[in-house]
């Protein structure tokens, strides 16, 4: 009994988990370079089959219904944000696939890979994020040390020249499965827990004195979130329904006149 | 639930509201000379972790990826944008622009600066009643370190590396009678904003480094010219645009995950 019940709260809670991961990707509609999370919902089974069990008497006709829909992962989307022109020349946007490397903390744990590309330099002449002034790091994973007083300029593959001489290579990687990165704030990724952060050469292209703006499509995320509170909506009537039927089942048909 | 939602959209609303701040103060000082626009820079906030990825089900699986929900965005900073603003021809002796990098240093209150010296780019001079070369604002702030003009000056020059030039009466040939000199920082965007055009020392922007315009990597001085606001009305319009549109897309979250709350509330009627 009841079973259209707690299918219609999954819905329910389903939605409203959608619409908490697309209301951050509409907060972040200004962030650099700030990539979508995407909530995958899924169909859910039934507890028999959930569970492994195989004795479980249970109705036949509602185990083809199934459970309902449950959130079970985000992934993080890959798709290009617009590049647009800042003329400052310690931005760097990037064209295609590829990340920045970040050190957040010592170790290889401390690793970070970013598509943010607004650096400064820090008081000692290092290249830092603008945000948390992290080091981006070389090639070689150490952090790159400028001449703030020289014009700077970096190239397509992520060389720092100086007075026309490369004077680092910025690190340039791509990462295998980008979307299971999992994302640290301040525009940040690591590599999923328990492990370390492949890389290989990417294949994109960085841009001076551009920044990828946020890949959120607002429109398509606007619209979504008010789908989702009218799912919602409808799930709650649904609810009121089944509530109205039981009492009618208790008030009505088991009254003896 | 859905106030996860309320939450995320109040942060995109108040961070939206910081960024719409700080274009309104460049639009603002779209005529200031010498003045340096700010951008906003938004970062997004921690993701709170739902389920761990890795994790194995009932048939030995394991969940490739976690389900992480972002809880919003926050201001990180506001960051100078020192580029060049365009010169403008004054003709005036004593309005000077720096061309490349650096500072003019002026005097302020100790208690305002580290050694009492805080950085302008704008260069609109004048003399004050005692000769000295001062900032042509309601402060007259002396420039460092301090020049000053002989009274009967009839014509006073400046040079590309700074050296100041007068003309006295009787006289041929032009009298040297000091040197500006300009400073420079590794990390200018670190610089603090004083108003007034000023700019103050701080640690992230690193200590001054001095030296005489047109040498090493210092700019030359131009007479006669002013630095223009390097800020780009159009550029700044846009952002607006698009910032008040962010807002009100916000604003609509917060509708709907009100909406969401009020079906949820109204379960058990």
Redesign the interface.
């Known amino acids: 009994m009841n079973y259209g019940l707690y299918i219609s709260a999954s819905g329910m809670s389903a939605q409203m988990a959608r619409q908490d991961v697309l209301s951050n990707n509409l907060a972040n509609v200004s962030t650099t370079a700030f990539k979508p999370d995407t909530l995958a919902i899924r169909q859910r089974e039934p507890a028999r089959i959930e569970d492994g069990l195989t004795f479980l008497p249970s109705n036949k006709l509602l185990e083809r219904l199934g459970a309902g829909v449950m959130p079970v992962a985000t992934r993080v989307s890959t798709s290009q944000g617009a590049l647009e022109r800042t003329g400052n020349a310690l931005d760097v946007g990037i064209e295609g696939d590829g990340f920045l490397l970040v050190r957040a903390a010592p170790g290889p744990e401390g690793l970070r890979v970013t598509r943010d590309g607004r650096l400064t330099v820090s008081s000692e002449g290092r290249l830092v994020t603008a945000s948390d002034g992290f080091p981006v790091l070389d090639a070689s994973d150490n952090p790159i040390t400028i001449n703030p007083t020289r014009p700077l300029k970096i190239r397509s593959d992520g060389a720092v020249v100086q007075d026309d001489s490369e004077i680092a290579r910025l690190a340039f990687v791509a990462v295998p499965e980008p979307e299971r990165l999992v994302k640290t704030g301040s525009g940040l990724m690591a590599a999923p827990e328990g492990q370390t952060l492949q890389r290989r050469p990417a294949a994109g292209r960085i841009l001076q004195e551009h920044l990828e703006a946020s890949a959120t499509d607002a429109v398509k995320a606007m619209m979504s979130v008010t789908s989702a509170s009218r799912a919602v909506e409808s799930g709650a009537t649904i609810i009121g329904y089944i509530n109205e039927m039981m009492g009618r089942a208790i008030n009505s048909l088991g009254r003896v006149s | 639930?859905?106030l996860?939602?309320?939450h995320?959209?109040a942060?995109?609303l108040s961070?939206?509201n910081t960024?719409l701040d700080v274009i309104a103060n460049n639009l603002a000082n779209v005529n200031t000379e010498g003045f340096k626009s700010s951008r906003?820079?938004?970062?997004?906030?921690?993701?709170q972790e739902?389920?761990?990825?890795?994790v194995e089900n009932?048939?030995g699986d394991e969940?490739?990826?976690?389900?992480?929900?972002?809880?919003?965005?926050k201001v990180?900073?506001t960051?100078l944008?020192f580029?060049q603003g365009a010169p403008l021809n004054t003709g005036r002796d004593l309005d000077l622009m720096i061309d490349g990098?650096g500072f003019f240093q002026v005097q302020v209150e100790d208690d305002r600066a580290p050694g009492g010296v805080a950085y302008t780019r704008a260069g609109n001079f004048t003399v004050n009643s005692e000769g000295e070369i001062v900032l042509a604002n309601d402060q007259g702030r002396r420039l460092v370190p301090n020049i000053t003009v002989p009274q009967d000056a009839i014509k006073l020059t400046v040079n590309a590396d700074g050296r100041v030039f007068v003309l006295q009466p009787g006289q041929n040939e032009p009298a040297e009678i000091g040197q500006i000199e300009i400073a420079?920082?590794?990390?200018p965007?670190?610089l603090k904003q004083a108003g007034e055009n000023l700019y103050i020392e701080t640690?992230?922007?690193?200590p001054p480094?001095t030296g005489q315009p047109a040498t090493?990597?210092?700019g030359r001085i131009q007479a006669g010219f002013l630095e223009g606001s390097n800020v780009d009305p159009t550029r700044e319009l846009i952002d607006l645009i698009?910032?008040q549109?962010?807002f009100e897309?916000?604003s609509?979250?917060i509708r709907?995950?009100d909406?969401?709350l009020r079906?949820?509330a109204?379960?058990?009627?």
């Open positions: 639930m859905a996860v939602a309320l995320s959209a942060t995109g961070a939206l960024d906003t820079n938004f970062q997004d906030l921690i993701y739902k389920e761990l990825p890795g009932a048939n969940r490739p990826t976690g389900l992480y929900v972002g809880l919003g965005v990180s900073g960051q944008d580029t990098i420079a920082f590794i990390n965007a670190g640690g992230a922007s690193g480094i090493q990597n210092f698009r910032t549109r962010a897309m916000n609509n979250v709907a995950a909406e969401t079906s949820v109204n379960l058990r009627r």
